[in-house]
């Protein structure tokens, strides 16, 4: 009997402490989650020159689709019209058609044109290496301008990189502060803004290389066609310049 009388006793004295440590146990699943937007902002400040790459990249890819295409580099309709004026011996009326057009063949048309109106006396072989000039300037200009998604897919992971050392940084700056527990809250923060970082620098840097190889495959390929084109118009060229009136400068006396 004294026993149990003391069982409850103990019981009585000992449950207001339990209930305190009850009450004072935080929950296990959090009351708030971080939004991934949250996530970022305390992700450390390389975050920001990240988020402006990553707007750089999205523009670059708009651009690159509405420019890096067929149309504007060699159309159908353009060279459809330079055959038919280059078989009528129609220079003057094919240069203010290349005005007009804005494609990359007509940019070598317009180049081969006004150089034979300058020069009047000159051969084949010379109105060629302007065509190739031009031609060489325009695939250059191509390449040059998908390059710039082969930077950033380097530059991005550099930048996860320095990210996650600060973030290492701060983990081991916390576990040798003299902070008690907190300095666990403090580490798993550093490990957390480390691994955010190296994570948007992936983020960024893959998608970017994946369209660096697209955009420079269809780069490749429309140098090819205007490659083509530019083979097509001085052929009809060499084959006016085996007729007696070889010079764009006769088409006013035909007019």
Not at 109 to 133: G, S
Not at 234 to 244: E, F
């Amino acid at each position: 009997m004294k026993i149990r009388v003391l069982l409850f006793a103990a019981l009585a004295s000992a449950s207001p402490v339990i209930a305190q440590e009850a009450t004072a146990t935080p929950p296990l699943v959090p009351e708030h989650s971080q939004t991934i937007l949250e996530t970022l902002l305390k992700a450390g400040p390389v975050m920001i020159p990240m988020v402006l790459l990553s707007i750089f990249f999205v523009m670059l890819v708009v651009v690159y689709l509405l420019t890096i295409r067929r149309g504007a580099v060699v159309s159908s309709g353009y060279m459809a019209t330079a055959d038919a004026l280059l078989r009528k011996r129609d220079y003057l009326g094919l240069l203010a058609v290349s005005n007009r057009h804005g494609e990359a063949i007509a940019r070598v048309v317009q180049k081969v044109l006004d150089f034979m109106t300058k020069n009047p006396n000159a051969d084949l072989q010379q109105v060629r290496e302007i065509a190739e000039t031009e031609g060489t300037r325009v695939a250059a200009n191509l390449n040059n301008r998908v390059i710039y998604l082969a930077d950033i897919g380097m530059i991005a992971p550099l930048l996860g990189l320095l990210g996650t050392v600060f973030g290492i940084i701060h983990s081991f700056g916390a576990l040798g502060a003299d902070i008690g527990s907190a300095r666990y809250v403090a580490l798993s923060r550093g490990i957390s803004e480390a691994l955010v970082n190296t994570a948007a620098g992936l983020a960024i840097g893959i998608p970017a290389m994946i369209f660096y190889a697209f955009f420079r495959g269809r780069a490749q390929k429309l140098i090819s066609e205007l490659e083509a084109a530019s083979t097509h118009v001085l052929a009809l060229l060499s084959l006016q310049y085996g007729r007696p009136q070889r010079t764009p400068v006769l088409i006013e006396e035909e007019l």
